[in-house]
């Protein structure tokens, strides 16, 4: 079966950075699935961060596109999100995943994702 599993959260100051890892585990292919990373700040619903395609590595930048930056590794097993320029308001779970869908929604921030990893905490203080 499908694992995301997150990585790399942690607490920072306000301006620093952090990168985020998710690994991806159980597809039955490599490449063709829209992955995603999704926040959740207190008391707020939750948001899109971004997203990618594995195949075509085309990106849907969310609101937070000037600091924070979406990839892939090579063999697409890995999604990764730069977190550049923190601030307090960016502290959230941070969450991953995945469908299988051929294409990433155009609405992908309120898709019906399959799969999703446990969160990883990112705390900001000012």
């Known amino acids: 079966q499908v694992e995301l599993v997150e990585s790399g959260g942690g607490s920072v100051q306000a301006g620093g950075s952090l990168r985020l890892s998710c690994a991806a585990s159980?597809?039955?292919?490599?490449?063709?699935?829209?992955m995603g990373w999704f926040r959740q700040r207190p008391g707020k619903e939750r948001e899109g961060v971004a997203a990618?395609?594995?195949?075509?590595?085309?990106k849907y930048p969310g609101p937070m596109q000037d600091r924070f930056t979406i990839s892939l590794d090579t063999n697409g097993k890995i999604l990764y999100l730069q977190m550049n320029s923190l601030k307090p308001e960016d502290t959230a779970m941070y969450y991953c995943?995945?469908?299988?869908?051929?294409?990433?929604?155009?609405?992908?921030?309120?898709?019906?994702?399959?799969?999703w990893g446990q969160g990883t905490q990112v705390s900001v203080s000012p």
């Open positions: 990618i395609h594995t195949d075509s590595k085309r």
């Open positions: 995943a995945a469908d299988g869908r051929a294409w990433c929604s155009n609405t992908w921030w309120n898709a019906g994702w399959d799969y």
């Open positions: 159980g597809f039955n292919r490599v490449t063709g699935y829209c």
